[in-house]
């Protein structure tokens, strides 16, 4: 049994239920529909977009919204509210207080669909970097127009790859959702975090970092980031990529970092969607909500493939079993993400 | 959002995204296979049973084991070690105790299979009634067993019906995990059970009970047993059952007691077995796992049935979004499970 580095849950790394990690790989399902919201055409299908990216006559990016009546058509990147939302703006934008033991709240909040290229196809492990590298700043974009509503305590951006993963639509998008209040799992890692700054007077990521790029468990890095698989993986296959300077927020990326994250989720996601064959997954960035937490709270993103069910035993207690060793997911995910690498430069 | 009972859970009933609880209704896949381990006749192909249901020459249940050699045919229970444990016991049964701050603990505990009946298909939602009070009989000796163990800290048991919800084998069986430490949710709920009955010399459990019986959420009762969709549901048709009487642990079930458990769990999961043409859930006992926590603790079954897919947005904050309102949720299952009861007593 494994303690996470910061959360107290344990994960069984169960080798008598051991797997290989590419016992996991399937035949692929295509489930192309026959007509996509969210292809090139179909704008009038979904909300005006609060964002778009286009391409102006001199080659740069233009940024736009949609106004009444005019729907932008030869978007690259197109963002607009979720039409099945979980979070709602409130009527009128103001700070929201939570009573003390409240069991109620208002689901005020902002939730956003953020589609990742006119390609239906064209997901993180097989686009092209310039593509991914608008992914990228669209994400900063929002988080950014979000951050600053007096409504909103935390920001979250994460992406559904595939139906086991729970995707509704095949079509390459991701997600924002704003919430009125800071989730548990962050909390939890916050106070953690925070306690082990003021014992330590170092950030526990940077710090965590450090050990795990030379373990078994690193998996790749670049200037920008480093990857690896977390010693108390709750998944099989999963890995974390972290910003290697100390950063609290994505928001405090350089133009060039936004580039080492691009090439990042392009080499690793490809090594994934190379290595099983396009598995479904899950990845969502972890954010300090606000800049209190600079100090010891540094940004990340976690990448959850979904090759198994969490069935009533870790339903009713809380204990992962996970049987693939993390050891084992980074040396086949560090193979399938060098051989990723050598293929985009080729 | 609704903040859960006792724990620090919020989960967003999302109406925009509303369904009905019928519509989660799916065509039943058949997934017999051609062998099965835990038919009768195949017991060589799983380890030797540890207890084992007989039916006597004068009509009455003995108890028994599998001897080296000898295996029982004529089973109409049988539990047995799982052949791909989670949790292995130690080779000198002993205490365990873990060190401050440990990151790494021997996964020393059991991990057994309940068989539930000789016949495949012989689910609880389906199950005649003296074989359901056989099961519910069975985990109690199973769960006995293993509490007394010095490395045991606590004994789950738990159900997966379907492949969705995490079963690999079809016919009817639940399992037991035995752990060396008291699993996070568990801590969780004593330590929030304990400030209740602090603050208001009350049991939390049986206070629920006494407001939700009132409410829409109320769905079934019989004298041992009270069931509910619980306020804050993180599962559609998420459902709970609660011993009426206080009880820290269903070791303190009076003959009568298990009856009325029986013919709880026949009731409401056959009810959501109609009501949904048979879908994949998990169940799980919450049970104390010590008797300094007789006065505050509640032992109780809790219900997920397996509707929707937990993606990026609740794995990576801890909020939980649910489409169908609890209310709405009792409303169905109290009717489905009405017509059960008439139809088990016809």
Known sequence: MRKDYLLDRWVVIATERKKRPTDFAKPREVMKP????????????TPKAELVYLRGKDGRIKKAKDKNGFRYKDWLIRCFPNLFPAFTPPEIEKKVRMKENSFLFDAVGAHEVIVESPQHDEHPGVAKLEQLGLVVDAYLDRLKAFSTKPYVKYVSIFRNHGVEAGASLSHAHSQLIATPLV?????EELKASRRFWQNRHECPFCNILKRERKSPRFIWQNDGFGVFAPWASVNPLEFWILPRRHQASPLEMSKKTRKDLALTLRVCLGGLNTLLNDPPYNYGFHIAPSSDADKFYHWHIEVYPKLAIWAGFEKSTGIYINTVPPEDAAASLREASEKEEKAISA
Chains 1, 2 share one sequence.
């Open 183 to 187: 989730p548990l799992t962050l909390r």
């Open 34 to 45: 026959a007509t996509c919201p969210f292809d090139p055409g179909n704008e009038d299908k």
